[in-house]
């Protein structure tokens, strides 16, 4: 069932005026940032999948404009995810990297502290980037390289001394903690506070240098 109402969505744009010749990409970007503002309203993401319409709606632009560069709302949803994973990826790195001089520990923290950050601030990305329709078509590309930002974190560990099985069983079982708790928040949160991820991300890297350095 898709939604086939004509009625404006609350903060659809007005209509927006063709783009000039050229910059064919700017309809392309509009696109794609509509889905993602939709896609971080809960109210708006139910009961029904976003409908062709409501997203031109919300780019200000006609529903057969769209087709100049996807194929329908999945198609989008799949460049949305790509431009999310990006995002997420570089926002990864740049807190590494400032903490280069760290620890491996306060690496991790920094990296998970990153996600958990991302994933508050550009809701509609990370929902649309883990939907299962997107993430079987990204999983051998922007995916994967996630999860080697947690591999390479998990190595980080071990070569501090931190005792671990192998490197890809650390990498996935803490990027599922930390996502985890993020789809958790909602529930969670109500008694942890706003703060709630940071201080689980401490917690967790404490208790994984604890146990593993003690063997």
Same mark, same amino acid.
């Given at each position: =069932?898709?939604?086939?109402?004509?009625?404006?969505?609350?903060?659809?744009?007005?209509?927006?005026?063709?783009?000039?010749?050229?910059? /064919?990409?700017?309809?392309?970007?509009?696109?794609?940032?509509?889905? #993602? *503002? $939709?896609?971080?309203?809960?109210?708006? =993401?139910?009961?029904? !999948?976003?409908?062709?319409?409501?997203?031109?709606?919300?780019?200000?632009?006609?529903? !057969?404009?769209?087709?100049?560069?996807?194929? /329908?709302?999945?198609?989008?949803?799949?460049?949305?995810?790509?431009? /999310? +994973?990006?995002?997420?990826?570089?926002? =990864?790195?740049?807190?590494?990297?400032?903490?280069?001089?760290?620890?491996?520990?306060?690496?991790? $923290?920094?990296?998970? #502290?990153?996600?958990?950050? +991302?994933?508050? %601030?550009?809701?509609?990305?990370?929902?649309?980037?883990?939907?299962?329709?997107?993430?079987?078509? #990204? %999983?051998?590309? !922007?995916?994967?390289?996630?999860?080697?930002?947690?591999?390479?974190?998990? *190595?980080?560990?071990?070569?501090?001394?931190?005792?671990?099985?192998?490197?890809?069983?650390?990498?996935?079982?803490?990027?599922? %903690?930390?996502?985890?708790?993020?789809?958790?928040?909602?529930?969670?949160? *109500?008694? %942890?506070?706003?703060? /709630?991820?940071?201080?689980?991300?401490?917690?967790?890297?404490?208790?994984?240098?604890?146990?593993?350095?003690?063997?």
């Amino acid at each position: =069932m898709t939604r086939t109402d004509d009625v404006p969505a609350a903060g659809a744009r007005t209509a927006r005026e063709r783009s000039p010749r050229g910059q /064919g990409d700017l309809l392309r970007d509009d696109v794609i940032a509509a889905l #993602v *503002r $939709i896609a971080s309203d809960d109210e708006r =993401m139910r009961p029904a !999948p976003v409908s062709l319409r409501e997203l031109a709606r919300e780019a200000g632009i006609t529903a !057969p404009a769209i087709y100049r560069h996807f194929s /329908g709302t999945e198609d989008v949803a799949r460049a949305a995810a790509l431009d /999310g +994973f990006t995002r997420l990826t570089a926002a =990864m790195d740049a807190a590494a990297e400032r903490q280069r001089d760290g620890s491996a520990a306060e690496r991790l $923290i920094a990296l998970a #502290v990153a996600y958990g950050d +991302f994933a508050a %601030a550009h809701r509609g990305y990370f929902r649309l980037m883990f939907q299962s329709v997107v993430i079987a078509s #990204v %999983a051998d590309g !922007p995916a994967a390289e996630l999860a080697g930002r947690w591999r390479v974190a998990a *190595r980080g560990l071990r070569a501090e001394g931190v005792e671990m099985t192998d490197v890809d069983s650390a990498a996935m079982y803490l990027w599922t %903690a930390v996502h985890g708790r993020i789809a958790l928040a909602p529930l969670m949160d *109500r008694s %942890a506070g706003p703060g /709630g991820i940071h201080d689980f991300v401490t917690i967790l890297v404490h208790e994984i240098l604890t146990v593993g350095l003690r063997r």
